[in-house]
């Protein structure tokens, strides 16, 4: 496949460096985990395997990539300085504006003196005696500390299905989450794009306008609902810097750590009319309120799931002229938000084009990749160009790629075999002092990770004031934790269907829910509250 990782640095054999704390990864979790822990006076390395800072918004550099949640929300809100500096200029922003973001927070705080780029971890194991954990780089390279943070993201560990004869593609093949930084030039060309997830639905209407022909392979069609993004006014600018405090304080209570909460009622119960009517106001809404401004009881309703279903299928048939095009457009198999909803521009619309073609790899699966293009049960397609939109190895993924080793040489990898495995999404027993920052709420993304990285601060400050050198779960914590995961999503509809949320995506990986469902706010109070209560149902060293 065409753009291949980056080298990592040459071999430094024998040397050690060590730090007080690793972080892996220098994305919006790793950059500001560096912040706050330097803050704390520790000395600390951030290896990242881009060539670049960003994480997501390094690697995601595909046509139409942006924001789903709104500018104003995904930024940093630890900074007023930079909440008052940095002009948001679209409401969703773009993929190259996120990542200049990112990089002005680095210079601004003068990060990337401690950040190692082209660095990719490839294991970290735990020293009992030493109470330390030694990581090692893919070019040989290692480092050693207390503590190691994860912040590794959920979404970054790319997953390409092992087609058959993958590599005989004689074109060009990319995955969207390694978009190559200089321009692919696609005019004129024929493209084929697999997978029609959040991320094929915002790079299909780019992509059909600029090439010659493009056929679409989707397997499950998805409920995408319009992201209606515009540029943010002088006024809107100046109405977000004199309210960030307002919203940052609303963020934290929602259920959704977006502006949009839940509405009370239940669907039901609320008059046709009414019901109709609201569900209009929402889908004329920008960003997520169709979804998180909806019904209560709509991700555990199954009626109330399938009347708002029901509307979003008919805006679906508005859009297309071709009825039995839109008929394959039309979400039936799963529940609305079982999989997580893509927003989009224009993307129905593109299906109307005279060059584009939507193959149901349902009716005609794909049989093998050939050196001339894709071979469906059907016909053989040629291409110039095959995209892969093919999603991520979810949450453990980016974990369980990296060979982890815990007390007893315990490998986090099996471990985790049936799943996450943790107390609070934070620690895995028998790990010490290795914590997890991504984000692993059903929530928006930067709310929850500043969260994480807060609660992780303080808990290093307080185990370096107490003297304690050790902190890990408890096995009893974690069961029960695992089993609370489990108990929230098997109350939605999320087991209905198979998504990443559930691993259900990867062939062969254990089914099990990889997200926390509970509210955000709820889930901030639990870690809150075990923190108060002395780390209780951890064991502290
Ligand atoms: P995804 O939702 O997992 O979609 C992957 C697509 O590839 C699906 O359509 C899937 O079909 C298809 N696929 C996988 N294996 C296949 C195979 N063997 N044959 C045919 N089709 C196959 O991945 P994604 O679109 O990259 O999105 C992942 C997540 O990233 C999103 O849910 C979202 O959280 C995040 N994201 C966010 C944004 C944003 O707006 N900020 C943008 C993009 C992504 P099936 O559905 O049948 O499995």
């Not at 709104?70 to 002009?87: A, F, I, R, V």
């Not at 943010?232 to 810097?241: A, I, L, S, Y």
């Not at 107490?466 to 934790?481: C, L, M, N, S, V």
């Amino acid at each position: 496949m065409a753009n291949a990782l980056p080298q990592t640095p040459a071999t430094n054999a024998g040397a050690i460096d060590n730090f007080d704390a690793i972080i892996i990864g220098a994305g919006v979790c790793g950059l500001y985990q560096l912040y706050r822990l330097r803050q704390l006076g520790l000395s600390v390395r951030v290896f990242e395997d881009g060539e670049g800072i960003g994480g997501t918004w390094y690697w995601n550099r595909y046509p139409g990539c942006r924001f789903d949640s709104e500018s104003e929300t995904y930024g940093y809100s630890w900074s007023e300085e930079l909440l008052q500096e940095w002009d948001w200029k679209e409401h969703f922003s773009g993929q190259p504006e996120n990542e200049r973001y990112l990089n002005y927070v680095a210079d601004k705080f003068d990060l990337r003196r401690d950040i190692q780029l082209n660095s990719r971890v490839k294991s970290a194991v735990y020293n009992e005696q030493a109470n330390l954990w030694e990581v090692q780089l893919e070019g040989g390279q290692r480092a050693r500390a207390q503590y190691v943070i994860a912040a590794v993201g959920v979404l970054s560990a790319r997953y390409v299905p092992p087609f058959e004869g993958i590599d005989s593609f004689k074109g060009e093949s990319y995955h969207t989450s390694r978009w190559p930084r200089e321009k692919v030039n696609l005019a004129g060309k024929r493209v084929a794009v697999i997978g029609t997830g959040a991320t094929a639905v915002q790079l299909i209407p780019i992509v059909a306008k600029e090439v010659a022909h493009l056929t679409v392979f989707q397997r499950t069609p998805n409920y995408c609902a319009p992201l209606r993004n515009s540029l943010v006014t002088p006024e809107e600018q100046r109405t977000f810097k004199a309210n960030y405090a307002t919203m940052h304080k609303r963020i934290r209570e929602t259920a959704t750590g977006f502006m949009h909460d839940f509405d009370p009622r239940k669907a039901m119960e609320v008059p046709k009319a009414e019901r109709l009517a609201r569900y209009e106001e929402l889908w004329a809404q920008p960003g997520f309120a169709k979804w998180l401004g909806n019904y209560r009881d709509i991700m555990v309703n199954r009626e109330a799931n399938e009347d708002f279903a029901e509307f979003v299928r008919d805006k679906i048939r508005a859009r297309v002229k071709d009825p039995v095009v839109a008929e394959k457009l039309v979400p039936k198999d799963h529940p609305f938000g079982a999989k997580r909803i893509p927003l989009e521009t224009q993307y129905y619309e593109a299906y109307n084009r005279d060059n584009v073609l939507l193959v149901d790899v349902r009716e005609s699966p794909i049989e093998r990749i050939t050196p001339k293009g894709i071979k469906t049960k059907d016909k053989e397609y040629e291409f110039d160009v095959i995209i892969y939109a093919t999603g991520f190895d979810a949450v453990t993924g980016p974990l369980t790629r990296i060979d982890i080793r815990g007390e007893g040489g315990q490998s986090f990898k099996e471990k985790w075999a049936d799943g996450p495995r943790t107390y609070l999404c934070l620690q895995s027993a028998g790990f010490p002092n290795l914590f997890l920052a991504s984000n692993p709420a059903l929530c928006n993304y930067t709310v929850c990770a500043e969260m994480l990285v807060e609660w992780i601060t303080d808990c290093i400050r307080y185990m370096r004031e107490k003297h304690f050198t050790r902190i890990a779960p408890t096995p009893q914590a974690e069961e029960g934790w695992v089993a609370h995961m489990d108990a929230c999503a098997s109350r939605t509809i999320l087991y209905d269907t198979n998504s990443w949320f559930m691993g259900a995506n990867i062939p062969g990986k254990k089914r099990a829910i990889l997200l926390y469902t509970n509210s955000a706010a709820t889930y901030r109070k639990e870690c809150q509250d075990a923190a108060a209560k002395g780390y209780e149902g951890f064991v502290l060293r």
